[in-house]
T-cell receptor, first 109, second 112 residues
């Protein structure tokens, strides 16, 4: 079993839609969590950290459920520019970060 | 300020050739990481430095892979006797300890 699992998609949604991505992790000792965004042929870029209480950044909301070892990302009012691959990242300890394979999103006009 | 830079951006090597990939981290970042990313996959951890010390090299796929960071800033990933399965994007990232990592643009390696 992979340490970080994501639905690979692709998710194809119209502009303005709300879309949610899920991620599960296997190591209960994981300490911190992130969502990264990766555009085609570009490097991953930090989208947001994920906090235990849940956190929001504009149209993006991240949730963490430690009991279920589950992380989610919600994007509201999708824009064309949101089209990318979204990587779930789990920090096992200090610097041992494990990436999911990514969920691909395409937002269509 | 400047982000993480990597060179070369693209490298084509003949099977059996040695290659060296360079990473310049963000100034002041103590931690430096190398990842390998195959097409359609997330980055896979290769190795990690804290300053000049290589604290984890468990992800290096074989003894043909070697990384160094002799002065605690610039790092080089060397691959000896390249094989076709080494073809991938090699990403470097840097950070302060225990916080999110910032990635360079990667080196796209193609072994023919």
């Amino acid at each position: 079993r992979k340490e970080v699992e994501q639905d690979p998609g692709p998710f194809n949604v119209p502009e303005g839609a709300t879309v949610a991505f899920n991620c599960t992790y296997s190591n209960s000792a994981s300490q911190s969590f992130f969502w990264y965004r990766q555009d085609c042929r570009k490097e991953p870029k930090l989208l947001m950290s994920v906090y235990s209480s849940g956190n929001e950044d504009g149209r993006f909301t991240a949730q963490l459920n430690r009991a279920s070892q589950y992380i989610s990302l919600l994007i509201r009012d999708s824009k064309l520019s949101d089209s990318a691959t979204y990587l779930c990242v789990v920090n096992l300890n200090n610097n041992d970060m494990r990436f999911g394979a990514g969920t691909r999103l395409t937002v269509k006009p | 300020g400047a982000g993480v830079s990597q060179s070369p951006r693209y490298k084509v090597a003949k099977r059996g050739q040695d290659v060296a990939l360079r990473c310049d981290p963000i100034s002041g970042h103590v931690s430096l990481f190398w990842y390998q990313q195959a097409l359609g996959q997330g980055p896979e951890f290769l190795t990690y430095f804290q300053n000049e010390a290589q604290l984890d090299k468990s992800g290096l796929p074989s003894d043909r892979f070697f990384a160094e960071r002799p002065e605690g800033s610039v790092s080089t990933l060397k691959i000896q006797r390249t094989q076709q399965e080494d073809s991938a994007v090699y990403l470097c990232a840097s950070s302060f300890p225990s916080v999110a990592q910032y990635f360079g643009p990667g080196t796209r390696l193609l072994v023919l």
